[in-house]
């Protein structure tokens, strides 16, 4: 079974641009989560979705980062304008509706904005 | 509010010799508590869980018990290998929508042959 897809597995761009990231839950899982990881600040939780509906999103660090789920299958982190402190790993992660589904973790997006 | 804490690390460790990671939480109510594992390169993945006071998790040689007195999850192994050698995170989850995890800080673990 396909696990959870990031895409892009690794990602350089400038200070100022805008960056997309993608991620593909595995098919029937109804949460979608957005993690950052820095060794600093460890592993932390941006936003998180139930079926396509953002329902916590207090983790996002501020305007500039917005997220979407247009549907059960895809969603996005958008960071504009995209700044050198952002540099980070990003994980996108899915689960299954019920108490103590486990959450599956893609294998992240390394994000280093120059 | 909830929080997770960890030893820091690294824990460097012979092929064969015994693993302790410490992990203590803070939660009002009775949390389910969680072991990941990242390898180099990866996401994290589920090693074991307990969801009641004096449950014991095991996997792959790993086994934590939730201590509800010591409010602890410590992880422990018998035997490490090479293999073994990855970053440990303690999680916990509680809440109303029982959606979210806390994560600890994460622990590195090297073994050498």
């Known amino acids: 079974d396909a696990g959870v897809i990031q895409s892009p597995r690794h990602e350089v761009t400038e200070m100022g641009q805008e960056v997309t990231l993608r991620c593909k839950p595995i098919s029937g899982h109804d949460y979608l989560f957005w993690y950052r990881q820095t060794m600093m600040r460890g592993l932390e939780l941006l936003i998180y979705f139930n079926n396509n509906v953002p329902i916590d999103d207090s983790g996002m660090p501020e305007d500039r980062f917005s997220a979407k789920m247009p549907n059960a299958s895809f969603s996005t982190l958008k960071i504009q304008p995209s700044e050198p402190r952002d540099s980070a790993v990003y994980f996108c992660a899915s689960r299954e509706s019920g108490f103590d589904q486990p959450q599956h973790f893609g294998d992240g997006t390394r994000l280093s904005i120059l | 509010g909830n929080s997770v804490t960890q030893m820091e690390g690294p824990v460097t460790l012979s092929e064969e010799a015994f693993l302790t990671i410490n992990c203590t939480y803070t939660a009002t109510g009775y949390p389910s508590l969680f072991w990941y594992v990242q390898y180099p390169g990866e996401g994290l993945q589920l090693l074991l869980k307990a969801t009641k006071a004096d449950d014991k998790g095991s996997n792959k040689g790993f086994e934590a018990t939730y201590r509800k007195e010591t409010t602890s999850f410590h992880l422990e192994k018998g035997s490490v290998q090479v293999s073994d050698s990855a970053v440990y995170f303690c999680?916990?989850?509680?809440?109303?929508?029982?959606?979210?995890?806390?994560f600890g800080k994460g622990t590195m673990l090297l073994v050498s042959p």
């Open positions: 999680a916990l989850k509680y809440g109303s929508g029982y959606s979210t995890l806390t």
